[in-house]
């Protein structure tokens, strides 16, 4: 159904790498969100994706809509220790008509210096 | 712009009792959503308010309700306070109810 799957759960890596993480769905959405979370924080919105194949970038962030509008994924380059958090994705189902978004339950990266 | 403002920060109650926190939005913003965040079930969507008017609901019970004022500023309360509601409560502000703008939370503690 709406459900987003995030993956993966966790990630160790070390300063310096990149990241790759994804989200997908069996169905379709409009809209892709990507935020992250800091302990003790709310979520601060990264990146916003409104169309299919869309690339942004915000920073060594960069995320893309996929073509079939059931994915989206997000990328870090060159990790630095301020990077550790949970990344949340989010989206805006097509079916349903109402405007409540969807959230995965978040990648969890660690980055040891 | 100031961001997304909740009160209080950290609350502590006794089972059954009720409890009411607060949510400033960006200035500007007329939509106010409302999460509760779990270590087990994560963000999970309890209402969005928009102009006054409830305008989606998540499945929560009875218990769980909001409102909205006319400067945006909104409410929510939850009544006959369970052990499970222990969580994080979010409120989030958006122009467009889309891009969603999160506040810091308030941590609920039920004991």
């Known amino acids: 159904g709406q459900q987003l799957n995030q993956s993966p759960q966790s990630m160790f890596i070390q300063e310096g790498e990149d990241v790759s993480m994804n989200c997908t769905s069996s169905s379709i959405f409009n809209t892709w969100l990507w935020y992250k979370q800091d302990p003790g924080e709310g979520p601060v919105l990264l990146i916003a994706?409104?169309?299919?194949?869309e690339l942004t970038s915000n920073g060594r962030l960069t995320a893309q809509f996929g073509i079939t509008r059931k994915d989206s994924f997000l990328n870090i380059s060159a990790s630095i220790p301020s990077d550790v958090g949970i990344y949340f994705c989010a989206g805006l189902p097509e079916q349903g008509g109402s405007e409540k978004l969807v959230f995965g339950k978040g990648t969890k990266l660690t980055v040891n210096p | 712009k100031a961001g997304v403002t909740q009160t209080p920060r950290y609350l502590i109650k006794t089972r059954g009792q009720q409890v009411t926190l607060s949510c400033s939005p960006i200035?500007?913003?007329?939509?106010v959503s409302w999460y509760q965040q779990t270590p087990g079930q994560g963000l999970q969507f309890l209402f969005e308010y928009f102009s006054e008017t409830q305008r989606n609901k998540g499945n929560f019970p009875g218990r769980f309700s909001g409102r909205q004022f006319s400067n945006s500023r909104s409410e929510m309360n939850v009544s006959t306070l369970e052990l499970g509601d222990s969580a994080l409560y979010l409120c989030?502000?958006?122009?467009?109810?889309?891009?969603?703008?999160f506040g810091p939370g308030t941590r609920l503690t039920v004991t």
């Open positions: 200035s500007g913003h007329r939509s």
């Open positions: 989030a502000s958006s122009w467009t109810g889309t891009e969603q703008y």
């Open positions: 994706l409104y169309k299919a194949g």
